[in-house]
């Protein structure tokens, strides 16, 4: 296999387009630098992992109900949490964003545990907005639990959650892994801390009526907020929503059924399932949400703080903090395995970079990262699944998923094209292969979980209860298909003849489902970035390996369809960019929003992987574009591009991630792509 960019960065400088190749070149080396001086001694690689305001405080309510000493820190978490408020006083769920009032709630309440006075400028601004926007009656049901634990709202206008779900089988219909992952790792303590209905105690006392933030109320004798849907309108058009409201209501009238014979059992049983998966770090799952719910539900079931697993759960969330002049906060999740796998393929696409000792470092810290052995929820309903994957975060062994897996997989090729026949490869591959879903397509975390039913739940005010297969990941895994199936006749290490069969019948079913897809303007929507940009350059990106060998030339033509919506879609100043409204009802139109390096590296790689020419007028805008915006510069040297607005997606509508180090090593890949279709051309050309 050629590794793209590995060959000689000395190129004699073309002119395409007026776009100068040596300028190229140079951009890279920079940026090649800047990665350097961001790597760990040990080889990795880990950006901060954004997602607003929330994360801090749900720390600031974990700390203030468990008994949490913060106080040393609680002006670098309130410089934080005010450094993310918006004009109006609102907090959005991202930059840029509007303001959201569950998101805003959390803040001010943050803010006023962290000792900031309620007549304060910034907190009028922000009382103003919340009662605006209809005040706590209107969040959202994660944010009820949170301030029905200080009596600020009534339990009873929270939705039931009965611990006996967690009795269910794994096969069932529903059970608590019929939830994807990030919703599982809440709901599961969660339902401890619905059986208990805890009461902390706020800076006036403790009370199940508290007035401490009755300012919030546009009527704060009125404060048994309802929920959902109203029981006339889902017995007219939804019979699966009318069931669940009448469940949920049956177990309102019978408390919650918290002293049925089963309650007992279903506790102890949730508390055995959480000391399990306490990582061997101290921490618990790879989501802080779920992590401090934890820590929350243990502590109501009778442990202490100065129990071993909370003590090390409290030790170990200290290594989740980022802290710089914007203040300090908690992240909700950390990404070094991927911003390590995605670094090492920006810096091998960039140059020859694959035999770098630091590479190589990298390539051995993801190996010693690899998940193997039973231990995963996964085996609970796919025992037939061999292991090998990869997780997303530092330590979170229970939980491998797909899309990390096969980037490191991916990662793996670029640095070594012998890697095809190692085991490490190979074990990865078997998982994902192994995770392919009914559909043809693949999820994230789990294999045929997706009954879209459970989203009619009083619950679910998220719309994302579950794990569908996705074309972005699906585009991500059909890449490596390709290479799998290209590698059976590799000069350099050679696919087993098993996995290359797998994969080829893999790429049979993902295919067709790829093609169903597709949007009418060609385009494919995107699940885990934003937004349609996303979602096509990854599905090129895998059908352009199968283009060749279609008699029927109709994967070449979903290619053409997704690089002409492409090219339809860049701005005027040479870049591409898109919207959080993209994902909105009804939404935006697809790519509209600011031009930023990420979106305009995922155009660029989507256009290179469906063969459009180096010297295409939109490819070179495109680069000329990241070339002008190579402006961001580290202390020890090296060039890199800014964003400010989030492109990485946790729930459409409801959350977007702000992975600070995109923004860097797509970019990477888009320029090294592009000199490697320069030197092609050129080969040809002589």
């Keep these: 296999m050629e590794v793209p960019g590995a060959g000689d960065r000395d190129l004699e400088p073309k002119l395409d387009d007026g776009l100068n190749n040596l300028d190229v070149t140079r951009a890279l080396s920079r940026a ?3 990665a350097y001086n961001l790597q760990h001694p040990d080889g990795h690689w880990c950006g901060e992992f954004a997602t607003g305001a929330f994360p801090t405080a749900e720390y600031v309510f974990f700390s203030q109900a468990c008994g949490v000493d913060i106080s040393k820190d609680a002006a670098l978490f309130r410089k934080h949490i005010l450094s993310l408020q918006n004009s109006d006083g609102s907090w959005g769920i991202a930059p840029d964003h509007p303001g959201d009032v569950s998101i805003s709630a959390e803040a001010y309440l943050a803010l006023r545990l962290l000792g900031l006075g309620s007549e304060c400028r910034d907190l009028q601004l922000a009382r103003s907005f919340i009662r605006s926007a209809g005040g706590i009656a209107k969040v959202r049901v994660l944010t009820r639990i949170f301030f029905a634990q200080f009596g600020l709202i009534p339990w009873d206008a929270v939705p039931q959650l009965p611990a006996e779900l967690a009795l269910a089988p794994s096969q069932s219909p529903i059970s608590i892994y019929t939830f994807w992952v990030a919703v599982r790792l809440s709901i599961v303590p969660l339902l401890i801390v619905r059986h208990h209905e805890p009461i902390y105690a706020l800076p006036n006392g403790k009370s199940t009526s508290n007035d401490f933030l009755d300012e919030l109320w546009l009527d704060p004798k ?25 469940l949920d209501s049956l177990m309102y009238l019978f408390k919650g059924f918290r002293h049925g014979p089963l309650r007992y059992i279903a506790r102890k049983k949730i508390v055995k399932w959480l000391l399990e998966r306490q990582n061997s770090d101290g921490s618990w799952f790879g989501y802080s949400t779920g992590y401090q719910l934890t820590m929350q539900a243990l502590l109501l079931e009778g442990f202490k703080n100065e129990d071993t697993p909370i003590r090390r759960g409290i030790a170990a969330i200290q290594t989740w903090m980022w802290e710089d002049n914007d203040g300090k906060r908690i992240q909700l999740s950390n990404s070094p395995i991927w911003d390590t796998a995605m670094m090492m393929k920006g810096l091998c696409s960039s140059g020859p970079h694959r035999d770098d000792g630091r590479v190589q470092l990298a390539a051995s810290w993801l190996k010693a990262n690899q998940l193997f052995g039973p231990k995963t929820d996964l085996a609970q309903y796919c025992p037939d699944l061999p292991s090998g994957g990869f997780a997303f975060e530092y330590c979170n062994p229970w939980y491998p998923d797909v899309d990390d897996t096969a980037a490191v997989a991916l990662s793996m090729l670029d640095q070594d094209p012998g890697a095809l026949e190692k085991f490490p490869f190979i074990r990865a591959t078997e998982f994902i292969l192994g995770m392919q879903n009914a559909d043809g397509g693949w999820a994230a975390f789990d294999r045929d979980r997706d009954p879209s039913w459970l989203h009619k ?4 005010d998220m719309d994302n209860l ?60 995107g699940r885990w970035g934003i937004n349609y940009i996303f979602g096509t350059y990854n599905v090129i990106g895998g059908l352009a390996l199968f283009a060749d060998g279609d008699g029927k030339g109709s994967i070449a033509a979903m290619m053409q369809r997704g690089a ?57 805008r495109g680069v000329r574009w990241l070339l002008r915006e190579q402006t961001k510069a580290h202390s020890k040297g090296g060039l890199s591009w800014f964003e400010r607005p989030h492109t990485g997606v946790g729930f459409p509508r409801k959350l977007y991630i702000g992975y600070k180090l995109y923004e860097h090593y797509f970019p990477m890949m888009a320029l090294g792509q592009y000199m490697s279709a320069v030197k092609a051309r050129e080969v040809k050309k002589n």
């Excluded at 739940?457 to 679910?460: I, R, T």
């Excluded at 087993?496 to 597709?518: F, G, K, M, N």
């Design 457 to 460: 739940s009083p619950f679910n």
């Design 32 to 34: 090649d630098e800047y």
């Design 466 to 525: 579950c794990d569908p297969s996705t074309a972005d990941i699906t585009g991500r895994v059909l890449e490596l298909c390709g290479l799998v199936i290209r590698g059976a006749n590799a000069a350099t290490g050679r696919s087993p003849p098993d996995l290359v069969y797998r994969a080829q019948r893999a790429a049979s079913r993902a295919i067709p489902y790829l093609a169903s897809l597709q949007e009418a303007d060609g385009s494919w929507w």
């Design 222 to 246: 009125k404060k048994l907020a309802p929920y959902g849907r109203p029981f006339l309108e889902l017995v007219k058009s939804d019979a699966v929503g009318f069931s669940f409201k009448a």
């Design 564 to 620: 002409a919506f492409l090219t339809r879609i860049q701005h005027s100043d040479g870049g591409w960019g898109e919207s959080y409204a993209t994902y909105d009802i009804p939404p935006a139109p697809p790519g509209s929003g600011p031009s930023l390096p990420t979106p305009t590296a995922w155009a660029l790689l989507g256009l290179l992987s469906a063969s459009v020419a180096p010297d295409d007028p939109a490819i070179c």
